[in-house]
């Protein structure tokens, strides 16, 4: 679970505001949908798929995009909320998504070895380790038990990490998110814990003899260490004698007294550590080979919410095109993930509006590294970790507003329920968005295209939950023809093993 991270915006407030349309089907586009249309398109498409050669060469770099808890039904949601705000727009349904036209897909099975619906843990693991395991643990076998303090039994069960391979391998390494550095998916890549919620001392019980995992990520001595590790967490970094830069009155966490933004600077020449967006827009990738950044004491802003950051914040795409300037300076190429991390925590708190715009924002970062890096030499990969609960339904019009309403073809009134209430076409099945006592409300006068509105839900849960379908992985590049068919999450991992010529699981 990985909630509270957002505050709800209360009904009434919502309920004051009128109905906002975020855009109308533009009929200025002079493309008209006729069968010529349909089929002279569906030829094309046969064309380009007939020039499609597989790409047999092995990767120099490999860069992982991670939408976390970015379910197939986000990235619709996400194409057509993106497409609704393109001028000239047939409904926004017609729209792509950056990776959206990338040559392979294939589905991953996400289920871990002990649940059906996982959490970002194992999923993680199996996706940068290719060895499923339990909930809640990072890079080990399911032979650990949750929460096991030991740190014998921990690191005999370790799985080597993609990452940890690149850096015995002579590549370079880094990890970009915007969720704390030590939040599941980005520890994974570097991190050995039996519990995922670890991630500073103050975290753990003082018996346990493993280290907590933004100690590992400052430990983490494979190759010449980790070139870029940039994302939140800096109380995680801090001891709680530490006043933090950004928000005055609050300090570090850390009983032990480590500095270890200051580690980092000891440990690595021709290092930097950077906490605002002046320090990381200031960063020369020339002249730095080991960068951290540590933009907010908790998750980094987000991406809606970012312009109002305090000391101020870079985008996912900045920082995804600063890690490549970095890592590419590496002859022998590298392996770079870069986590969406709170499409999760806004699906969790039921909010589509920023799980949308968190996911766009995915898609421009990925629009950047293909930009930044050659198709034949650098395997790209977008996927997702675990999907949730989120639906898109009812019988919507075309170019009826994403966030709205449902208003179904030639009707002027939108659709209604067994009662005869308005309903939205985004919902959830579980999660804060419940208003089903003592019967649904009135949506008609309410902004349900609003940043801060919660679509309802079916089961009342105070954060909304994953959900146990695939998801979907995008490919390109070297090896990408692998992805093919439905695969276990942990084919994930054989494939950029594969396509950089490292012995898997070695
Ligand atoms: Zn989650």
Redesign the pocket.
């Known amino acids: 679970?990985?909630?509270n991270e957002f505050k709800l915006t209360s009904v009434a407030m919502l309920l004051a505001s009128s109905l906002l349309t975020i855009s109308t089907v533009s009929n200025a586009e002079t493309i008209s949908e006729t069968p010529k249309f349909w089929l002279d398109s569906g030829k094309k498409s046969i064309a380009d798929s007939e020039k499609l050669k597989p790409n047999e060469n092995n990767a120099k770099n490999v860069i992982l995009f991670v939408g976390?808890?970015m379910g197939i039904s986000t990235i619709t949601a996400a194409r057509i909320f993106e497409g609704q705000s393109k001028p000239n727009n047939r409904g926004g349904e017609e729209n792509s998504l950056s990776f959206e036209t990338f040559p392979y897909v294939s589905l991953s099975k996400t289920y871990s070895a002990d649940q059906q619906t996982p959490?970002?843990a194992p999923t993680m693991t199996a996706i940068i380790t290719g060895v499923k395991t339990n909930d809640g643990e990072l890079s080990v076998g399911m032979a650990v038990a949750r929460k096991e303090k030991n740190a014998d039994i921990v690191n005999a069960n370790k799985v080597k990490t993609l990452l940890e391979q690149a850096e015995e391998n002579g590549l370079s390494t880094g990890i970009v998110t915007t969720a704390r550095l030590t939040h599941?998916t980005p520890a994974a890549c570097y991190a050995h814990t039996s519990e995922r919620d670890w991630e500073a001392d103050v975290d753990m019980p003082t018996d346990a003899t493993i280290s907590d995992i933004a100690k590992q990520l400052i430990n983490f001595n494979y190759g010449n260490g980790l070139e870029v590790a940039m994302g939140g967490g800096r109380s995680k970094f801090l001891p709680e004698t530490t006043i933090d830069p950004e928000d005055v009155g609050k300090n570090g966490s850390r009983k032990d007294g480590l500095d270890l933004t200051q580690q980092w600077l000891r440990k690595y020449p021709k290092s930097a550590y950077v906490f605002d967006k002046a320090g990381f827009t200031a960063i020369d990738a020339k002249k730095t080979d080991h960068l951290l950044g540590l933009f907010d004491m908790s998750h980094m802003e987000y991406e809606h919410d970012r312009a109002t950051d305090r000391a101020g914040e870079p985008s996912l795409t900045e920082m995804t095109a600063k890690a490549i300037e970095i890592l590419s300076k590496n002859k022998k190429g590298y392996v770079l993930m870069v986590e969406a991390g709170r499409i999760?925590?806004a699906?969790?708190a039921g909010n589509a509006y920023r799980a949308l715009t968190e996911t766009v924002e995915l898609s421009n970062a990925v629009r950047k590294a293909l930009e930044k890096t050659n198709a034949k030499d650098t395997l790209i990969i977008v996927t997702a970790d675990?999907s949730?609960t989120f639906t898109i339904a009812g019988y919507p019009q075309r170019g009826n507003p994403i966030l709205g309403l449902v208003k179904q073809p030639g009707e002027t009134d939108f659709a209604k329920d067994a009662n005869g209430m308005p309903y939205t076409t985004l919902s959830y099945a579980n999660g804060p968005g419940y208003r089903g006592t003592p019967a649904r409300p009135d949506l008609t006068a309410i902004d349900t295209a609003h940043p801060d509105f919660l679509q309802e839900a079916a089961v009342p849960l105070v954060?909304e939950?994953?959900a146990a379908e695939d998801v979907a992985v995008f490919a390109t590049g070297p090896k990408a023809y692998l992805f093919h068919g439905i695969q276990e999450e942990s084919y994930t991992y054989q494939v950029m093993a594969k396509a950089l010529k490292f012995k898997a699981g070695e």
């Open positions: 679970m990985c909630g976390d808890g959490d970002s599941a999760d925590h699906h969790h675990h949730h954060t939950t994953h």
